[in-house]
């Protein structure tokens, strides 16, 4: 397969370079975290309308803006970096790690809650009966393909907007374990981007 450039310098941020992509692009998260996070008063959110104008209150933020995780160091400036550098976002807000939801959980509880319509007692049920799920795909019309992503985290590493250079490096170490031991047909060799010619 031929890999452009453009692929190899985007895969090169994103496992060797920049800790602060995510949801945001790659050079604009960046410029954000690196303004917001050297902000010790109370920063000017320019998404008014945000649910994170709403819930990070200059009282909250005094209390918080202090804060770091334990898992990547993120902190709240660089959570809101994008409701504080641009004017229209929704939510605003991401979490750098898990630590993230309970470090700044004062935030982020009543942010969620409003966002998806959830009390604040709500529990996550899971259940993978897959004899439960109900098909709706009309025979007239057959889905020709499909696609299914499925993002987990992994406990000890930043998730994308807080992952630091170190866990990504890491993360790709786990993969090459994992990938080593799948058999028969799911056996395969690992090519990282970096060194393709």
């Known amino acids: 397969a031929v890999v452009s450039t453009q692929s190899k310098q985007w895969y090169q941020r994103r496992v060797h370079g920049d800790s602060a992509t995510a949801a945001v692009s790659a050079t604009t998260s960046s410029q954000a975290s690196s303004q917001s996070s050297k902000m010790s008063d109370f920063p000017e959110i320019k998404s008014k309308h945000s649910l994170v104008a709403k819930y990070v209150t200059e009282p909250l933020w005094n209390k918080l803006s202090k804060e770091e995780t334990k898992t990547s160091g993120f902190t709240l400036s660089k959570a809101i970096a994008c409701a504080v550098q641009f004017d229209n976002q929704h939510c605003g807000i991401y979490a750098g790690d898990s630590d993230s939801y309970t470090v700044f959980g004062e935030v982020f509880d009543p942010l969620i809650q409003e966002y998806h319509g959830i009390s604040a007692d709500s529990k996550h049920t899971s259940d993978m009966d897959a004899s439960k ?59 990282p981007l970096t060194g393709m010619d």
């Open 133 to 191: 799920i109900q098909g709706n795909i009309d025979p007239k019309a057959p889905v020709k393909s499909t696609r299914i992503r499925v993002g987990r985290s992994i406990d000890g590493f930043g998730l994308s907007p807080g992952i630091t250079k170190e866990q990504r490096l890491g993360v790709e170490n786990l993969m090459k374990k994992a990938f080593d031991n799948l058999k028969d047909d799911l056996a395969g060799t690992y090519f």
